[in-house]
């Protein structure tokens, strides 16, 4: 039933690098706004990125700001994301996620109803 397939996340130390890719399945995502979000161990879910379909604004919450880099690529019908100088805190099963309505993001997603990933999972550990 999921729209989007999640890849990338794994094991990391503090300070390493990640690449997650958000894939749609079943419809073409550069016509959306697109979210990221993230739920950390016994934690509720948390938004924290919303990139616009074309040159709209893109919005990064302030725990991964100047950190975490997204981007599209369109052919690919994928959505990447570059997680630079992991901290601990960052481990979190990693959603990304799309009402199917919106074409520019309004700010840093709070929650969303529409189409979601099962999520990779992202483990920061010394």
């Known amino acids: 039933q999921v729209q989007f397939e999640e890849s990338g996340g794994g094991p990391v130390r503090p300070g390493g690098s990640l690449k997650l890719s958000c894939t749609a399945v079943g419809f073409n995502l550069d016509y959306y706004a697109i979210n990221w979000f993230r739920q950390a161990p016994g934690k509720e879910r948390e938004g924290i990125i919303c990139?616009?379909?074309?040159?709209?604004?893109?919005y990064y919450a302030d725990s991964v700001k100047e950190r975490f880099t997204v981007s599209r690529d369109n052919a690919k019908n994928t959505i990447y994301l570059q997680i630079n100088s992991l901290k601990p805190e960052d481990t979190a099963v990693y959603f990304c996620a799309s009402d199917l309505y919106r074409s520019n993001c309004v700010g840093v997603p709070k929650d969303l109803v529409g189409s979601w990933g099962q999520g990779t999972q992202v483990t920061v550990f010394s």
């Open positions: 990139i616009s379909s074309h040159d709209g604004p893109t």
